[in-house]
């Protein structure tokens, strides 16, 4: 079980911290967002197995291939869950990792940090033993 760490005073000041950071894929994109908010909480980073190794979006979706997608890249190094601290989600430009931010989703776009409403398409909570 995650700390309340993932809550209020800690998760604003993981924002703070982290809001003039650029977009970049693989660098700071969805997946990197969400995997670092899993690592301040449960000190486990879930991209460990993906970082460096992709610099696009075109990147990104190949490496994921093997996994089915996104989805199932995350399913392949976090345990799902009822109470998640991310999730995948549909957004206007397709699936993207996100933060659960009760009663929101917080999720980073070129355009910076967005939140969107709705349920997503799976959620995780805990890193998988490595």
């Known amino acids: 079980m995650a700390s309340g760490l993932e ?3 800690a998760w604003r000041e993981w924002r ?3 809001a003039s950071r ?3 894929w693989g660098e700071w994109d969805c ?3 969400a ?3 899993v690592a301040q909480v449960t000190g486990s980073d879930p991209l460990t197995p993906f970082r ?3 610099a696009s979006e075109r990147e990104a979706a190949r490496l994921f291939l093997p996994f089915g997608g996104l989805v199932g890249a995350i399913d392949s190094v976090m345990e799902r869950s009822e109470d998640p601290l991310i ?3 549909e957004t206007e430009a397709g699936s993207a990792a996100a933060i659960w931010r009760r009663p929101f989703w917080a ?3 070129p355009g910076g940090v967005k939140m969107a409403k709705g349920d997503a398409i799976a959620g995780w909570r805990e890193c998988r033993q490595q």
């Open 107 to 109: 999720f980073l776009s």
């Open 31 to 33: 997946c990197c967002f």
């Open 7 to 9: 809550s209020g005073p």
């Open 35 to 37: 995997a670092d908010w």
């Open 22 to 24: 650029a977009f970049q």
């Open 16 to 18: 703070m911290e982290t």
């Open 52 to 54: 460096g190794k992709y």
């Open 87 to 89: 999730g995948v989600i």
